[in-house]
């Protein structure tokens, strides 16, 4: 079965926050750009950006009322008021034209400058009109003091002081505030292009009507509403057979597009796992590469520490090299095992020209910056999930369960695509929280559970949704977090305390 | 001061939660649309869906491996292995051409249509590859049992089976669910347009430099950004000054296009606060309608449950009467207040004409289902926040200081866009908390202070933020919840257990 048949050798799980790890090591932030004011809620922030001048920016009245001098008023009191002559009124906008001097008040509505001489506001509510030898005046009914009701400058922000930081979620609150010190566009990071398709032969579109054997492929629509949920743009690019070369064909069009791919399906022990079978292909070339360099320098110390698939840097005299330099010792992996030969690298139906063709089609998708990742995660549901970089850029390969691509997006590809976006701390925060029911199935690895969140007589408690079957379809959108049972032969009970990682809703 | 003086008068406050009632009972859902698929997360359904098939559509291998009769390997192990023949093996999208009979197996690859006669299937690494007289065959090295590993159709959900309630958020394990069974497209609610302006003759566009005494127009593009969040489309109109004239021209094009408006300042007992003289004048005409009802019926009876303002349908030959059917009654309100002469109706620098062309235009503006729906709130900040219908708009007039703006909408606005988009729950649910620190400073009325919303051993847990002055701009973007302070001389202390509602974030 060529190429295919590999797929389910040396695949060695690595524990989920390891390959987060990995993952998080291989992305860096996307190119900046602007947005409108407006409609840069939920972006994240690309520079940290400062106040423009002190707010506020001018003493400001904090009601509607009379600017007086609060010595004026100190005794005033409903019996004893005091009456005080009015000088100007300020509308909302204006500057008082007279300044307060001792005896008078200026009528100033809410936000105004507080006119020179003026230390104090007194509410309009505590006043009553008058008149003082026939000019207009207003009597002040209740003791003042000198500030009352009067913002300073300043007194919020400090000219130059921080308002936000590089890669925080622009919230409305920020656009308020931003708004203030006239930012009427914010630097943002760019929102992530994410190629999303699915392999299998066994997939029809999801307005074709059902046929024996075949089923809709539905992953691809939800990972896109995923995409867009966390900040990124997915370009559909519907379904592919399990063929290397098809999906050869559709990676190299992904990455000419998108800053990320996302595929689900293909990643498992099965003939057909086509994804499967390019990671291998992937790790193989690793090797060879690694064996290469250390057949020439004699330099066991140059396997990086990650392990198989998980070098970052490769010595400058390998890196360059062309994939033909590995040819000699391409038929073997650096721990013995055969591997198929080029020519047998071939789709079900290929033929010789053809397999050349795959074979120079998948050297230049595996140019530059390309490893695997991970290609086996000690979890459940979802242990085949896989990453890899290709030229740089990350693919996910998700489980073609729609529960295990479910979890397999939150826990790698949601990271990394905050990551993307700026997001320095871009691993979901986990909570504690109360189990409401048992979970008596255990599991070798971590299992991950959809639950609901339940904040309740202010505790915390955790639902468990279908954990019994990872393809329960009616779980997932009713997942408000994922729930993470520890790995064990027994399961969680009922009161005891779990970790709970929250979904954004 | 004309039309403006008007609107410190006969403003009665009614509580939050009758406010709120008040809002939805005056909100029907919007029309209904298409959304592709994969666009319409976060949207909310407009119709109940059902299955269309049972699902799985047939009975499907839970895993990679070879379908068989389990009677043939009940006794199967590690030291006795059972041989079967293997006749077929089943590509994903394919269905088998061999029947499953005794000693025989068919290799099966996951969600593969599991072949007649075969009742279960076994793990791809619980066999071996072998050879029985020269044929394929495979090794079973462990017991089996009829059903393992194998969906039986409609296991998850029989055809005609409710997947999602009309008014549902739409999440993405609902389009994974519903793309399975071929809905390409869901029926949603549209989404509110909603115009936005500010009113102040003091306010700057956020892009221009500061002027004395005035400050720029941040509201504007918070509220923008939180219609956007709640799942509106904004139409910033910009900012006004303080003219009823502007207002009146604003209000009739925002009604031309928009759902919904939503303006910032000018609501307060001001003498420029145009909004509150513009719904001040609209509580007359309310009053004044009634009281010639009254007068021609000499019914009291047909005074609506509600209270001023609040009425909800009106006798059908006073529905339809021209404005100057009530010119007889127009100079006293119901409880006798005086009321100012029509002509007095003018903006600070209007003239006769405009006078008569602005009455026109508020009599056009208040046409139809046109009504004062609240118009003072018992709360803190923001107790001026109002809201009316006007042509069977809503129309909510926030407060322009930005903390008071920002709790006026999450009580009032996004009530009323998730109601408009077919929410049948549309007001937000609060959680119980265990308040961090002190809140010392008591409030005649309901407080609303912006808090932290905390989930620490598995406690739920308020962090109250700038809680001392409604201005602080700063605290804003941190807000995760809004923590209600109960009416009272005094605060809430540490420890205590407080009502929080959890902000969208």
């Known amino acids: 079965m060529g190429l295919q ?3 389910r050798f040396n695949r060695r799980a690595v524990k989920v926050s390891e390959a987060q790890q990995r993952v998080l090591a291989a992305i860096q932030p996307l190119h900046t750009e602007k947005a409108a004011l407006w409609q840069s809620g939920g972006r994240r922030l690309a520079e940290k950006l400062v106040a423009t001048s002190d707010w506020p920016p001018f003493a400001r009245s904090g009601l509607d009322g009379f600017a007086i001098r609060g010595a004026d008023a100190a005794q005033a009191s409903p019996e004893h008021p005091v009456t005080l002559r009015v000088v ?76 936000a930081e590089p890669g925080a979620v622009i919230r409305p609150g920020h656009i308020a505030m931003l708004g203030s010190f006239g930012y009427a566009e914010l630097p943002v990071y760019a929102r992530p292009r994410v190629a999303v398709f699915a392999t299998g032969t066994e997939l029809l579109p999801v307005d074709a009507p059902l046929e024996p054997g075949k089923i809709r492929d539905s992953n691809s629509a939800m990972v896109a509403a995923m995409v867009v949920q966390y900040g990124g743009e997915p370009v559909v690019m519907g379904t592919l057979p399990d063929r290397v070369d098809a999906v050869v064909e559709a990676l190299t069009a992904a990455l000419a597009v998108a800053d990320c791919i996302v595929t689900t399906g293909g990643v498992s022990v099965g003939d057909y796992d086509v994804m499967a079978a390019i990671l291998s292909r992937l790790k193989q070339q690793g090797r060879n590469s690694r064996q290469a360099c250390q057949n020439r320098e004699g330099a066991e110390g140059t396997m990086p520490v990650g392990g198989e698939g998980a070098e970052s840097t490769m010595p400058a005299d390998v890196e360059g090299a062309k994939p033909h330099d590995c040819d000699a010792v391409e038929r073997f ?35 530059d910056d390309s490893r695997v990742l991970f290609d086996k995660v000690a979890m459940r549901p979802g242990s085949p999930t896989s990453a890899m970089l290709l030229g740089g850029k990350p693919l996910f390969a998700l489980s073609g369960n729609p529960g295990a691509c479910f979890v397999g997006f939150e826990l790698f590809v949601r990271p990394a695509l905050s990551r993307m976006q700026g997001d320095p701390e ?75 990682i929250p979904i954004q809703r």
């Open 5 to 7: 048949g590999t797929s």
């Open 333 to 367: 992996s650096c721990d013995g095992t055969l591997l198929p030969e080029p020519e047998s690298a071939v789709s079900p139906d290929g033929e010789d020209d053809s397999n050349r063709s795959i074979e120079a089609e998948l050297h230049s998708l595996f140019q």
């Open 426 to 500: 871009p691993l979901p925060l986990a909570v504690e929280a109360e189990l409401t029911e048992s979970i008596i199935k255990g599991s070798p690895h971590e299992r991950y559970v959809r639950a609901k969140l339940l904040m309740r007589e202010g505790r915390v408690l955790a639902e468990p949704l279908g954990f019994g079957k990872s393809s329960m379809m009616a779980s997932i959108p009713e997942a408000e977090a994922l729930l993470v049972v520890p790995p064990g032969s027994k399961g969680v009970s009922s009161g005891e305390r779990v970790k709970l």
């Open 88 to 163: 100007d009124a300020i509308a909302a906008g204006q500057v008082a034209r007279e300044r307060v001097g001792p005896g008078t008040a200026v009528r100033i509505m809410t936000g105004a400058a507080v006119p020179d001489g003026a230390d104090a506001v007194v509410m309009l509510e505590q006043t009553a009109d008058a008149e003082l030898d026939g000019q207009p005046a207003v009597r002040v009914k209740h003791a003042a003091v000198p500030g009352q009701n009067v913002a300073p400058p300043g007194e919020e922000f400090r000219r130059g002081s921080a308002l």
